[in-house]
């Protein structure tokens, strides 16, 4: 019996994309890209960054790294000291400044400042895994949004997110979502931690500044991911701000009147 022409639309699709015709299959232009072509236009779909972007996976990370230990070490307790004796000066009454300390002193009569150092602990943890990461993306010379490179099985063929069109705006919109969602356990442990002794910077402050850095990236992200900067230093301002605090938290709780501050 003579083989049906009708096509589902997954056959549809290779056809489109492979090309079979007459049982002989020649790859379409289309994924030349994928051999290592450099050549990015939008009838080829998306592309590696061009090899004079590629930088070491040594050089990177010895970026980030110094970047990095300068937000623990330097921008951070500079930021985290600073909301501090904000936090301390928008508490107008000595009532207020009373129930504070009082918390304070509550954490390190229990030694509750444990948790506090646990959790700091984890959030330093977190960042050299952000080193491992951009380190061995930069020689992959993989751009953004992409966050893995898929291989056709049996084949060289690598397989990238759609950056044009609808399709693009899709995804980065989805990635602006995802990277929230990245940081978002931290951030809430931080919060939990830092809001009942420090409510009023956390809530007239740090969660504004928050929202609206995490709000204006993804959408801004979505539009162009060239223009996702300002929304994204607002919010990671707002996120290590956070985890400064709860190291400042920690301080004072665990050394208790010795730091009279």
Known sequence: MPRSTQRTPSESFIRTRIGINNNKITINSSINYMMGSDKKTDDIGPALLPPEKERTEEYTRNK???????????????????????NKALLLSEES??????????????QLYYLYIAIFMVYL??????????????????????QHIYQVVGTKQLVLMATDGVYGRFN??????????ESLAQFLANTLLVAPILGTIVCYFLLPMYAYGRISFAHAY?????????????????EHGMGA???????????GDAIPV
């Open 222 to 238: 979505k539009v162009d991911k060239k223009s996702r900067q300002h929304g994204f230093m607002c919010s990671m301002i707002a």
């Open 245 to 255: 605090l709860v190291g400042v938290i920690a301080i004072k709780a665990t050394f």
């Open 64 to 86: 980030y790294t110094k970047q990095l230990t300068g937000v623990a070490l330097v921008q951070g307790p500079i930021i985290g000291w600073t909301l501090y004796f904000i």
């Open 125 to 146: 943890a977190k960042l050299p895994l952000i080193v491992n990461a951009n380190g061995s993306r930069a020689p992959a010379r993989l751009d953004r949004p992409d």
């Open 172 to 181: 980065r919109a989805q990635r602006g979502s995802m990277n929230m969602d």
């Open 97 to 110: 400044q009373a129930i504070m300390d009082e918390k304070i002193d509550f954490l390190h009569s229990y």
